[in-house]
């Protein structure tokens, strides 16, 4: 029985996907436009998206750093491109202190500028380098339509920068950066994800290229997950960002940059999330188990409480729900909000030496008997729930995976049952744009794989790459 | 022998506050004025804050949430006193998207309003209550003068809301928060500190009341490290908060606010530090141990690597510095960062059956035999570390607090040599500005204890309160 303030998945996917944010209190609208409150629910996921990430990052030697919130407008304008990407969407103050400020200053839309101008103050010499920072971090870009965690005026992110004496050294960096994200959302958020270059067009604005990580949701809609970015010395140009090299001589830097953010959130709800609320992937889960008294019974009571020492004891969140609802409406509720395992325990499970599990992804229901180590049935169970959502999330992502070798069957596709879709590119961004005819659908990456077609797909000319394609969030 | 590089702290306290702020590599300027970077070993300092402190928030049932960073004008109208207070320090955002704004919205300089109109949207009855959320962000507020850590545009910080059913469980909040500051300030910062409420002229704009954590700094200046505020109904009323009581009865809800800043890195240095740099104490250092290879002999190596496994895996951070430059450097980089403990191994101390253990608050070294357990050895020394640097802490306040009973005798304190100075008053702000024309002494907080005199020490008339007095940062 689905829960009753959700809409079905099937019927109406967007609706479905704001009414399970909603209902799961994962984040509110404020009064503040296109602006969210991230509620303790969601919050929760974010901090355990940040500390597992935040420990890759320093186990590959990054370090945290926090640069301005504001950018005054000169130093921002020195990068030509990204200036001229961001112009159109960034938010300006003008007045501090009550006083009309002599430069306006804009809320970063991102900080390449910032962490530039502090290289060109840091860095003399090739022994210097590598400098690698990350900055956990809020962000502002002035969108005019707004989605929760998808698309939002302020989110939540991490922007890593790093700065390199060679370019072999600054590329190996964007592209372990990937890997590193690749990593992350198929080992802890339980998403496969198909990586590739980003074509001209879509690159990020000031970067040599752009290295992106991209998820497929339920719907067969595509999402641009992570990216990272190699910028070779289009920065350090702008910048100066000088050393002195090996031979003594002074040479430009290489740069990175690389980011994700709070959209993960939206990614778990619209991979593993069905009818009855959020799925959460185990380990990333802020509460793994919940444990549910059935009844008042003293030896309920006493059981549920001896459960969660063990399991904190192991190191498994959980919780006792002992409010004053009944079983059913608790059920509901450990399952809107996506716990993984729920264990019931009722007087006459206890007489008949046994308990109930039931765990969220297939909703199975399994008595287990007391004299079973729970801890350890807890902790397989909550491994077979991780690898069973990422392989239902692969199985979706191969099922919707096309090839197509003309116009008409990326239309047929992305019509009736939309997906990625493979298709030989020339290169030009005029075919790009065509395809973009097709309900929106755009690159999503160049892959590296053998081409499927000598032509491309549009304008059969002579086919340069294999594309990646797909209607986006 | 002192870091050549940083100005003794007797000669010119200011200037050495700076340097060491430099020298240790903490924080920097930028291109935006008053707003500075937070550089990775300043960075780390503040995440080990965040992890401790969070962890103590988390056990007494806060949760954290992230609210946005703007707020609209008329929003931030609603409470007068609070807009009132904050009006001539915030920064405007005029600007979004190339548009100007239909109204302009502030930089948040604290989130009172955001949280109260969140909690009037999803407070409706006693059974919602208490609510205890947290949120860790970034704030602006326009000061003219900056100093590193102490005062900045842009900080980080942490801010509690909470919202409760009545007056006397939110006043045990506000009570219970100061608490955990004081018991963090004293474990964690081996700062000791002093608790009171604020007079009426230095409560925060909107309060009921402000209690606060007041330190006293090496040379004898005052620092307001953290405060927490009872609200009563003022802003439920202002902004709506109603809930349905036990007796079925509309009620406004009581609520409350606490906050500590990034300024508390500033009171580390300025209680513990020395002319050699920085001085942490082990359980706020985010690296515990520095191992120092003497030599490039293989056997000194391996040790180094053991005694560095051995450190990990029982969780004190810690790591080689074997770059190229002389030990000397490595001992004095290692001093001006804080590094607590030292391990230096060299050849001719193995052939020993020794190595040398250096303590960064006393700079004693110790010859410490390879038949002693090192791990247990550098325990113990880090937990007596700790407890030095916080006896040393409470000498020097014990040593610079005193009574007064003249404003004569107060100059002369706050002439020869300042510090907390107690002294009855009568209540009146009259009396305040009066002591504020002696250097600036301020009231810091009015104490829980009995008057030292029945006369106000400014105006001779009745005293009411037990007055601590200082000159502040």
Chains 1, 2 share one sequence.
Request: glycine fraction near 6%; include cysteine; charged fraction near 30%.
């Amino acid at each position: 029985m689905a829960n009753k303030s959700i809409t079905s998945r099937n019927i109406d996917f967007a609706k479905w996907y704001t009414d399970v944010v909603k209902a799961a209190h994962l984040c509110e609208y404020s009064s503040v436009k296109g602006c969210m409150i991230i509620e303790p629910n969601g919050y929760a996921i974010w901090e355990e998206m940040q500390k597992n990430l935040d420990n890759m990052f320093k186990e590959s030697g990054h370090k945290n750093i926090y640069m301005p919130l504001l950018i005054p407008e000169n130093l921002m304008q020195k990068e030509g491109e990204l200036i001229n990407g961001f112009a159109p969407e960034v938010a300006w103050v003008t007045i501090g202190g009550n006083k009309e400020l002599d430069e306006k200053m804009c809320i970063r839309p991102t900080s390449e500028t910032l962490f530039s101008d502090y290289y060109a103050l840091k860095v003399k010499s090739y022994k210097d380098l590598p400098l690698k920072y990350n900055q956990w971090c809020n962000v502002m870009r002035w969108e005019k339509e707004t989605r929760p965690f998808l698309r939002s005026r302020e989110f939540l992110w991490q922007e890593g920068h790093t700065v390199h004496s060679t370019s072999t050294e600054a590329e190996k960096e964007t592209n372990d950066m990937l890997l590193t994200y690749k990593r992350f959302f198929e080992e802890y958020l339980a998403i496969p994800v198909v990586t590739g270059r980003k074509t001209e067009k879509e690159k990020f604005a000031g970067a040599e290229y752009t290295l992106t990580v991209e998820a497929l949701m339920y719907n067969g809609v595509a999402l641009q997950s992570a990216t990272s970015h190699y910028f070779g010395q289009k920065f350090s140009k702008a910048y100066n960002i000088k050393f002195l090299n090996k031979d003594n001589k002074e040479e430009y830097a290489y740069q990175t940059s690389w980011g994700t953010t709070t959209r993960m959130i939206g990614a778990l709800i619209m991979v593993h999330s069905d009818d009855d609320g959020l799925v959460l992937p185990p380990k990333i889960a802020p509460l793994k188990v919940a444990i549910i008294p059935i009844g008042t019974d003293d030896k309920v009571k006493e059981k549920t409480k001896q459960i969660k020492e063990e399991l904190i004891k192991n190191n498994i969140s959980c919780y006792i729900d002992d409010t004053e609802r009944t079983p059913g409406f608790k059920f509901a509720e450990a399952e809107v909000q996506g716990i993984p395992v729920r264990i019931e325990i009722g007087a006459r499970d206890l007489e008949n030496g046994c308990l109930t599990i039931a765990r969220r992804d297939t909703k199975e229901r399994i008595t287990v008997s007391l004299d079973e180590n729970i801890v350890e049935y807890t902790k397989n169970l909550l491994d077979n729930i991780q690898d069973n959502l990422y392989k239902k999330a692969l199985e979706n992502q191969k099922s919707k995976t096309y090839e197509a070798h003309t116009l008409d069957e990326v239309k047929e596709i992305m019509d009736k049952h939309p997906g990625f879709v493979k298709a030989s590119w020339c290169g030009s961004e005029e075919c790009e744009l065509k395809m973009k005819e097709i309900k929106g659908t755009k690159s999503r990456c160049i892959l590296d794989e053998e081409l499927i077609d000598d032509k491309c797909i549009v304008c059969g000319k002579k086919a340069n790459h294999l594309v990646l394609w797909g209607i986006q969030y």
